[in-house]
């Protein structure tokens, strides 16, 4: 890759570390300052919130830092290129479900205002918490046992999963279970969502505290519609290149083009810098 693009691609992996590090530090400063914000599903939004917060300090720092100094990159069977392709997908992984939780929260909210406090409880919560941490702790360490592997990837400059014909089945696995279910489980519901507002749209409607009702107007529910929308297109714009390509190089064992697998790697990885955002415009 030419000297220009990589501090291009160094340029964008530090402005969104940047980005990541102060949305999700301002999300967290919110959650701590306003009580009125903690639901019983707190957790979720800490949870993805600390993920895309780590992969800011650590992930994108390092991808930019590679680029610059050590184009080359690491061995890949030494401890620090294992360690931080472990990190990487254990902090992605964990991020994108503990998001599709919280949007199953929303949701549920939303949809099933009336039995939603007898649906999500604390306990149910943190259920679901630790399972999201053991599905992704599970997935992260496979290629530590020998079933799938980490690579230094030169057009990423980074320590990833290894997309290569021999580890094809770990990258479906991986793909489908902790990429595409959770990405289509969340466009689908926020396809849904929009529905819904749509019929409420037509008409607004009442809606009611443990102290009075009041009326929503239809416009409330036209700007989530666009929430809503805009969330979804995000997705699926950070998300969708990355899968592609990392499929392309899976099963054609061919390495995808340097620009391409370094704009896939810098889109995936800024999707934590959007996250903190989307958040906080789902609160409204």
């Not at 600390?50 to 994108?60: N, R, V």
């Not at 030494?78 to 992605?92: D, E, R, T, W």
């Not at 499929?247 to 995936?268: C, D, H, K, R």
């Amino acid at each position: 890759m030419a000297d220009a693009l990589r501090t291009l691609y160094a340029v964008l992996m530090a402005v969104s570390g940047v980005a990541s590090v102060c949305g999700n530090l301002l999300l967290l400063l919110v959650l701590l300052l306003h009580k009125e914000l903690r639901a019983d599903t707190l957790g979720l939004t800490l949870s993805f919130s600390l993920s895309d917060l780590a992969l800011g300090l650590s992930t994108m720092p390092f991808g930019a830092h590679n680029s610059l100094s050590r184009p080359a990159g690491y061995p890949s069977e030494g401890a620090l290129c294992q360690g931080s392709g472990f990190f990487f997908l254990l902090l992605q992984t964990s991020s994108i479900h503990s998001l599709t939780w919280a949007t199953v929260d929303k949701f549920t909210e939303i949809c099933f205002a009336l039995s939603y406090r007898s649906i999500w409880t604390a306990r149910r919560s943190w259920a679901v918490l630790v399972l999201v941490w053991s599905f992704c702790l599970l997935n992260a360490v496979l290629p530590l046992l020998g079933f799938g592997s980490y690579a230094y990837s030169e057009s990423r400059f980074l320590c990833c999963p290894s997309f290569t014909p021999d580890n094809r089945y770990f990258v479906v696995l991986w793909m489908l279970a902790g990429i595409v279910v959770p990405i289509l489980t969340m466009c689908s519901l926020y396809g849904y969502i929009v529905y819904v507002a749509r019929k409420q749209a037509r008409r607004g409607t009442f809606m009611c505290n443990e102290l009075h009702c009041f009326y929503v107007p239809a416009n409330h529910y036209l700007r989530s519609s666009i929430i809503m929308v805009t969330t979804s297109v995000c997705l699926l714009v950070c998300w969708l290149p990355y899968i592609s390509v990392c499929l392309y190089e899976t099963f054609s064992g061919q390495q995808s083009p340097a620009v391409t697998a370094a704009l896939s790697a810098w889109l995936v990885l800024s999707s934590a810098a959007l996250n903190p955002w989307i958040t906080c415009m789902m609160q409204t």
